[in-house]
């Protein structure tokens, strides 16, 4: 009778040891956008050329969407719970569309597998988008390939260029941490207007 009485006591004294230990608190993942908008657009010139924007590639670490930070030990930090909307190099491709079709440059912005033929082609990798915590900046980089289709099938590079741009941190929460990254693209985004343009000349 004794050793039943010991058996059903044993849950109860197990769930009274569980109320006593800490709850984990829950921390939600967030998704921030890597959209930085383009300057006010102009109408697309007619007489421009068609620009063929291919895929942006990323750089052996930036497949990942998690916000990266550089700590002042030299550590890369990959954050888990602050994400980036798309991928980085997904959404680079996209403003890189969305930049070209602004800027009024071309007549037509296309993507692979469009019926128009291209007169320009770029294509490129983002190979940088972090906030360095010890220089307390965000840095953005991309190398882009400025391309003009030849006869036969034939290419002829015309630029390649790697462009680079920082921005200040004001603050290490990833709000901060994600604003200034996209403007550090922003940057390197209006370099690559200027790139572009020179390649259509």
């Known amino acids: 009778m004794q050793r039943r009485r010991l058996l059903l006591a044993a849950p109860l004294g ?15 993942r967030v998704s921030w ?25 990323a750089a052996p670490g930036l497949e990942a ?4 930070s550089l700590t002042p030990d030299g550590s890369l930090h990959t954050d888990y719970y602050n994400l980036w909307a798309v991928p980085p ?3 680079v491709t996209q403003a890189l569309l969305d ?6 440059a071309f007549s037509a912005v296309i993507t692979p597998g469009s019926r ?22 965000a840095r953005a980089a991309l190398t882009l390939v400025v ?5 036969g099938g034939t290419a002829v590079p015309l630029r390649q260029a790697l462009l680079r741009a920082a921005m200040p941190l004001t603050a290490n929460d990833p709000a901060t941490l994600a604003r200034a990254q996209s403007a550090a693209l922003a940057k390197v985004l209006t ?11």
């Not at 197990?14 to 939600?28: E, G, V």
């Not at 969407?65 to 990266?68: E, F, N, V, Y």
């Not at 370099?191 to 000349?201: I, K, S």
Request: proline share 13%; net charge negative.
């Open 14 to 28: 197990l769930s009274a040891c569980a109320s006593l230990l800490p709850s984990q608190k829950y921390t939600p």
């Open 33 to 57: 956008p890597l959209q930085p908008p383009p300057p006010a657009g102009g109408a697309a010139a007619p007489g421009g050329p068609v620009l063929l924007v291919r895929p942006i590639s």
């Open 65 to 68: 969407r998690g916000l990266q």
């Open 89 to 91: 190099a997904d959404a």
């Open 99 to 104: 930049w070209s079709e602004a800027s009024g």
């Open 116 to 137: 128009l033929q291209p007169g320009l082609i770029v294509e490129g990798e983002l190979t940088e988008l972090l906030a360095d915590l010890g220089q307390g900046e």
């Open 147 to 151: 391309i003009k289709p030849g006869a």
């Open 191 to 201: 370099q690559a207007m200027a790139l572009l343009r020179q390649g259509g000349d």
